[in-house]
């Protein structure tokens, strides 16, 4: 069974210009997590998507969005770029059990660059 | 707030040896998902092992051991017999609902440690 896949795996932007990053999870795993690492703040979560709907945020600007369409795939949109979004982007996803406690499988993640 | 904490920024071990790495954890959430993730330096980050609240007995996968003590809110990762592929940042994460209630689960990790094995 194919990985989460991200894509692109690398990015250049400068501030000011948006980035789009997408995200397809493993087949059948309907979850898709977003997080953001970096060396100072280490890896933060960003939102959760289940079944096209948000149903978990962290604590990030308004700048940063993302959706999930009915394939399950996501995308995570981030506008106004600032340097301080210079990071490794992780997508992870999950079946999701009932419990909530369902395992996460990571992507290779998609390293951006904001200059 | 949920909390993961790992006191050991870096480790060293002889390959061949074992090494524990070190994970405690905070929640009020009786049913909660503790996880290892090892994140070498290409940066992808791998499952290893995982622990539910209410298993009875310590997970294991391989070379890869949890010792699970849930009065002390501990999950420490047993390595046996390190490789020199095991060099890598490990990290340890828990999946609960937030202490302020919501029935939402969220993964919270910890800072991670830097295990380097050692020839």
């Known amino acids: 069974k194919a990985g989460v896949t991200q894509t692109p795996r690398y990015l250049i932007k400068t501030r000011g210009q948006q980035v789009t990053l997408s995200c397809s999870p493993i087949?059948?795993?309907?979850?898709v997590s977003w997080y953001q690492q970096t060396p100072g703040q280490g890896l933060q979560f960003l939102f959760e998507y289940f079944s096209e709907t948000q149903r978990n945020k962290g604590n990030f600007p308004g700048r940063f969005s993302g959706r999930q369409f009915s394939n399950s795939r996501s995308e995570m949109n981030v506008s106004t770029l600032e340097l301080g979004d210079s990071a490794l982007y992780l997508c992870a996803s999950s079946l999701p059990s009932s419990a909530g406690t369902d395992t996460q499988y990571f992507g290779p993640g998609t390293r951006l660059t904001v200059l | 707030a949920q909390k993961i904490t790992q006191t050991q920024p870096g480790m060293f071990v002889q390959e061949k040896e074992a090494v524990t790495l070190d994970c405690t954890y905070d929640t009020s959430d009786p049913s909660y998902g503790l996880f290892w993730y090892k994140q070498p330096s290409s940066g992808e980050m791998i499952f290893l092992i995982y622990q539910g609240s209410y298993d009875q007995q310590n997970a294991t996968e391989g070379r890869y051991s949890l010792n699970f003590q849930k009065a002390r809110k501990s999950a420490n990762l047993v390595i046996s017999a390190s490789q020199l592929g095991d060099s890598a940042m490990y990290f340890c994460?828990?999946?609960?609902?937030?202490?302020?209630?919501?029935?939402?689960?969220?993964?919270?990790f910890g800072k991670g440690t830097l295990l380097t094995v050692n020839p």
């Open positions: 994460a828990m999946r609960a609902r937030p202490n302020s209630g919501g029935s939402n689960y969220k993964l919270t």
């Open positions: 087949s059948g795993h309907r979850s």
